[in-house]
């Protein structure tokens, strides 16, 4: 999915589910974007291999538990 920060923002914050290229994404941008994910909904995160471990669980730790999905 081709769109900002700011753009997933508020689709998610309209009830979707998202699978985004964390490659195109900073730690804080994915954080941002995970938080406003709904219950029920999910943010499954491709491409992570650019990021660290450490960057991986901030992630995971700042999101709704059970929210992200790391592939």
């Known amino acids: 999915m081709n769109k900002t920060k700011y753009e997933l923002i508020d689709i998610a ?3 979707a589910s998202l699978v985004i290229d964390g490659s195109k994404f900073t730690k804080y941008e994915i954080i941002d974007i995970a938080k406003v994910i709904l219950d029920g909904c999910t943010i499954e995160v491709q491409n992570c ?4 471990k450490y960057e ?3 992630i ?3 999101a709704k538990a059970g929210k992200v999905i790391f592939s």
């Open 49 to 52: 291999h650019s990021k660290t």
């Open 60 to 62: 995971a730790k700042e």
């Open 13 to 15: 914050k309209a009830g």
């Open 56 to 58: 991986l669980i901030d």
